[in-house]
Structure formats: C-alpha cells, structure tokens
C-alpha cells in the first residue's frame, strides 16, 4: 500500500482562537478548489455560510460547482480560525474520502501546530478519525458530538469540542449541524 502526504500546509493565522482540525483531505480528484474542505459535497463552507450571513451559498462560486478559496481564507483569518487535519501522512485503503478507509500513518503533531497560534483556546474536530486521534494524543475522554472536554497541554488548557462531521455521509441535517457548530463558535469567538 502506497502512503499519501498531506498536500497542504497548516492555515494558522495570528489571531486564531479555533484549531480546526478534519482527517485528511479526499484525493484531488475530489477538489473544487485548492484549500481545507475543498470536496464539493462535503458542507463546512455551507454551514459557516449558513451561520454567518444567513446564506448557505455565501462562499460558491455562482454557477461553478466550486468554492471561493479566496473569501474563506480572508473569512478565517477575519474570524480567527485556523485549519489543518490530524494525519500527515496516511494509507487509502480505498481509493476515496471515507474516513472509515483511512488508516493514519504519522499523525499530526498537534501541540507544535499550537506553537503558532498563541490565542488559541480551542481545538475543533470536525468527524470520527479526527477525535480518535486528538483523543489518542492527548489521553482525554471523547466528548459526545456537539460537547466539549478541557486539555491540557504545554501549560495551556483548551477546550475540545468534537463537531458532527460536515460529510454529507453524516445522517444530519444541514441545519442541524449548523446549530452544534453556531453554539461552539459562539463560546469559542463569541461573535456571529
């Protein structure tokens, strides 16, 4: 089995209060566009769409079945959040963006990714492999999904929330994921 590395570098930026951290990207075939979250199908740009300004479609291209990798980078950093996945390295046990087919290989090396981002509070898992491997490197109980537990790491105590995934594979409704999202981001950046 061949290993994949991860294609992009970590989005941290200064002011960032969130670490979001998904599995690993889909194989590029699956893109619309160059950034996290870049399959088509999958719902994260339409839930902060959704949450921030009332508009699911806000960061599509209009008539594209694309993404605009430049309004959610400027959204990110305007908001403080920073993006990256738990595996740097993994195995595609089948040649799609399941995380059930991903075995990680060497995992995201978390507490350095934190070196970058001082502000940081919390760190945000986005599906399943994502919270096994944080739960995995940092010893903590798995919250429920749409909960959150404290770490600590470093001298520095964050709060991990574990999200329902943005797949749409996950059997929730937009909305309703939008909701569990709306109430961290609330906590987290205290502004919607």
Known sequence: MQTERHPLEPFLPKNAKILMLGSFPPPKARWSMEFFYPNWINDM????????????HHFELKGEKRFCKERIEAFCNEKGIALYDTACEVVR??????????????????????EHIPHCTAIVTTGEKATDVVT???????????NMTTITTNNRTLNFWRM??????????????AEYYKMMLQTEIGEI
């Open 45 to 56: 740009w339409r839930l902060m769409g959704h949450i921030f300004y009332n508009d699911r």
């Open 93 to 114: 046990l089948k040649d799609n963006a399941s995380d059930k087919f991903l075995e990680v290989v060497t995992p995201t090396d978390i507490c350095a990714l934190l």
């Open 136 to 146: 995995a490197t940092f010893g903590c109980e798995k919250p429920a999904v749409g």
């Open 164 to 177: 329902p995934s943005s797949s749409r594979a996950y059997p929730l409704a937009l909305e309703k994921k």
